[in-house]
């Protein structure tokens, strides 16, 4: 959101000090700054979680696309670990949308109500705005009158200006105080809105992760019966790939 101010003639006398105006302007440009942020983390907590989602039913569809392929039939070793590892990508997945799910109900929507806020806040802002020009307006027109000669028009005319200024003097000051004092407040609010939504996400994370070294810890287990470190499965798998590579079909011509 921002605040632009309309551009009209000045009246001689400051009806709001320099003072006020710096303090309504910084008080503005936090909220506004409050806005832009959270309309960011709830546009990166969407996709968060939809990139969550999209690697999950991913990681099942890789594990059933394995469990189908034809040496499942031919070898029942290899079953046994496809099938193990389609297991876990489906537990995983289930425990992932419930997170998903979590996040969605305790982060996401509560950034979307926070930022449904704002509009109200930007009319209002807007609503003082308007009445700090209607107060100049009049004010002018006032100074005006008052720089005429006192003719019985003139007198006539600056009373009735002065009695159009009044009600829009009020209505500006009854604004402009209550912004001055709510804005403060508002911002201030954000640290008791949001903790308990940062904590409900920190909690659906470790939860999550804490399934998900029980469940990988119990698939390694079950395929890793040979015990082989990396390096010596590394050593294993090129040992075999230089086996094919001996075959003729593949041979450099």
Known sequence: MSWMPFKIG????????????????????KLQK?????????????????ADIAMSKAAVKISGDLLSNPLCEQDQAFLESMTALDTAMKRMDSFNQEKVNQISKTVIDPLKKYSSVFPSLNMAVKRREQALQDYKRLQS???????KEKTGPIMVKLHQAKEELRPVREDFESK????????????????????PSFEALIRAQVVY???MHNIFSELTDQIDQAGLTDEQRERENEAKLNELRALSIVADD
């Open 10 to 29: 000045q009246p001689k006398k400051q009806i709001v000090s320099k003072t006020v105006e710096r303090d309504f302007e910084r008080e503005y440009d």
């Open 209 to 211: 992760f804490t399934e």
């Open 141 to 147: 027109k006032v100074e005006k009158y008052e720089e």
């Open 34 to 50: 409050l806005e832009d942020q959270t309309k960011k983390l709830h546009k990166d907590m969407k996709k968060s979680t939809e």
């Open 176 to 195: 402009n105080k209550q912004l001055l004092d709510e804005m403060p407040k508002f911002y201030h609010s954000r640290i008791d809105y949001f903790q």
